[in-house]
């Protein structure tokens, strides 16, 4: 099922699935997973429903050190959720602060209240996967250890379009396309730590809840990004599109 | 002014201001901020009311190197909005993960949404002042550099009971006793960059809105606390209680 957030043509703001082409108004998806149940279906199929960030997150978390490159075990950081804006929306790169890198990732949206849960349960508090650019600065890192002032930029979490809640969590794929171009091809099967060890490591020092996004880190997907570039991330067949300007 | 959130006896959630020992329901004090007015009364004075954390962040800024033993510049990091509960609520210290660290702070709470604010204006975007209690198991930095895992424990950000609209930015007392013996008073004036210029450093990098809040370093106001410890921090006449169990 495709869940996410839309705009319809009168403002109203909802969560809304996917049936076709169209989004179908519905109720809240984390009270329904609560309960092992899907999202009630509250109104009439939207053809022209603008997609909004498909999760509200009061956290973001980004996992460091999960790529071929790193040795184990992995780390952790937060991202301000303020920095979330929807598929499409053009982010400004920041000038004069060093490269602009972008990293398609695979994301974990959490459904429920998480802490401490085990590898073998990780599954249980995933509502599903989405797709997610963690647009950074880099070369802050230097004078910047904590990951504070390379990753706060305006728009530099593009998020969606939507959450894939099907999603082979251990063998999500992840594609990403710099102006057309396919640069790397990989997913979640290539992260040393997989989505439910990530799920595992951040509960046990961080409690998660409804909406929480992980970013599980760049198994060879970051690459350099310029003004102009239009940037394409899919993950588990969510295509979320950044336009760089 | 002193404003916080409370709960009445039939449970409604509502922001309040202070008139003698009650507090008068009113209006959104961030939206009479934006106005440059008073938040309007909308009750009657309630004198057993329940305080809660007085602001509801989406961003907990934390900053680093701001204590007189350190070199400029300062850092930031990002905390958990998690972690924040109110005065008074017990946490629990986390066993086997090293010793234990409260550490006593002056506490900025943005009214508005911030970008770019130069020191001089950086009045402009502070709603007030509160005092805040960054606990913290620091033995973890050796592993985790970003300030993840020793910062997210359930309960690690205590804050309010409310927010102090009148404070002195620059001479802010705070003072902490641990089982009713001070350890330390000093002050905003104490920290190598003040609060005026912790707004400016946050807002170059990263974009706040009314509800964040910064936690403004410890100007030696650092302490190991066990179980059982009873915690009082008070910044500008704001008292805050923390049991440790």
Chains 1, 2 share one sequence.
Request: net charge negative.
């Amino acid at each position: 099922m495709r869940i996410s957030r839309i705009q319809t043509s009168d403002g109203t703001v909802t969560h809304a699935f996917a049936e076709g082409d169209s989004w179908v108004p519905c109720g809240d998806p984390y009270e329904a997973f609560a309960h092992g149940e899907e999202p009630t279906r509250q109104g009439e199929p939207i053809a022209d429903a603008t997609l909004l960030a498909p999760a509200e997150p009061r956290i973001v978390v980004g996992i460091a050190q999960n790529g071929p490159e790193h040795p184990s075990p992995v780390q952790a950081w937060l991202k301000s959720p303020r920095t979330v804006v929807p598929s499409g929306t053009p982010v400004e790169l920041r000038r004069n602060v060093g490269k602009v890198v972008i990293e398609g990732e695979v994301c974990v949206v959490i459904g429920r209240d998480a802490l401490d849960v085990p590898v073998e349960d990780a599954h249980t508090v995933i509502l599903g996967l989405t797709a997610v650019n963690d647009i950074s600065n880099p070369e802050r890192g230097s004078v910047d250890p904590r990951n504070f002032e390379g990753k706060g930029g305006v728009g530099y979490t593009p998020l969606g379009p939507w959450i894939e809640t099907s999603a082979d969590l251990a063998g999500a794929e992840l594609e990403v396309r710099i102006n057309g171009e396919r640069t790397v091809l990989t997913g979640s099967h290539e992260l040393p730590a997989g989505v439910a060890e990530c799920v595992a490591y951040v509960t046990s020092w961080v409690p998660l809840g409804p909406g929480d996004i992980i970013m599980t880190g760049a198994p060879k997907s970051a690459f350099p990004a310029e003004p102009g570039d239009l940037v394409e991330i899919t993950v588990a067949g969510v295509p979320l599109v950044t336009p760089c300007v």
